[in-house]
T-cell receptor, first 113, second 113 residues
Framework: DAGVTQSPTHLIKTRGQQVTLRCSPI?????VSWYQQVLGQGPQFIFQ???????GRGNFPDRFSARQFPNYSSELNVNALLLGDSALYLC????????????FGEGSWLTVV | DQQVKQNSPSLSVQEGRISILNCDYT??????FLWYKKYPAEGPTFLIS?????DKNEDGRFTVFLNKSAKHLSLHIVPSQPGDSAVYFC????????????FGAGTRLTVKP
């Protein structure tokens, strides 16, 4: 069974540019969450979507946005990239609801130069 | 605010011995706790979880203990194997905000042959 898949795996962008990261959840999972992980820290929550609706948002600026499609895949968009946006972006999926385990993809490594 | 803390950035143990990784939390609303393992260049892999209605959960060589009064959980790995060498993250969520799973900063475990 396919796990959570993310694309691209690595990318380099210039300050001020925009980036779109993509995620396909585990089959049957309706919830997708996005996390940012910088070196030396644990994953930081950015967004959660469930049944195509935003259910939660972390402490990130409005430059970060996301959406979920009818097939439950998701995109994370970051506008006006800053050097500090360089990080590993993780997508996770779950069945949704309370007490459910989230399963991560391999992540997308973003470097902003 | 760091609601989940892993105060030991690293731990080194001998193969065959017990590894004990610790995690403290501050939010008394947390009711679901998880441990993830992360190898370099990979996404976090779910290891084991525990609900707040339990104080112990076991899965093979891995056991998680939860002490709610102390707001402390620990992961025991017995016996430790070199392949267990990775970064371990603890995470917690609360039923009123389960969209926002909080992670500790991680503990790097090295198991020496």
């Amino acid at each position: 069974d396919a796990g959570v898949t993310q694309s691209p795996t690595h990318l380099i962008k210039t300050r001020g540019q925009q980036v779109t990261l993509r995620c396909s959840p585990i089959s049957g999972h309706k919830s997708v969450s996005w996390y940012q992980q910088v070196l030396g820290q644990g994953p930081q929550f950015i967004f959660q979507y469930y049944e195509k609706e935003e259910r939660g948002r972390g402490n990130f600026p409005d430059r970060f946005s996301a959406r979920q499609f009818p097939n439950y895949s998701s995109e994370l968009n970051v506008n006006a990239l800053l050097l500090g946006d360089s990080a590993l972006y993780l997508c996770a999926s779950s069945l949704g609801g309370t007490g459910n385990t989230i399963y991560f993809g391999e992540g997308s490594w973003l470097t902003v130069v | 605010d760091q609601q989940v803390k892993q105060n030991s950035p690293s731990l080194s143990v001998q193969e065959g011995r017990i590894s004990i990784l610790n995690c403290d939390y501050t939010n008394s609303m947390f009711d679901y706790f998880l441990w993830y393992k992360k190898y370099p260049a990979e996404g976090p892999t779910f290891l084991i979880s525990i609900s707040s209605i339990k104080d112990k959960n076991e899965d093979g060589r891995f056991t998680v203990f939860l002490n709610k009064s102390a707001k402390h959980l620990s992961l025991h790995i017995v016996p430790s194997q070199p392949g267990d060498s990775a970064v371990y993250f603890c995470a917690a969520s609360d039923p009123f905000n389960n969209n926002d799973m909080r992670f500790g900063a991680g503990t790097r475990l090295t198991v020496k042959p």
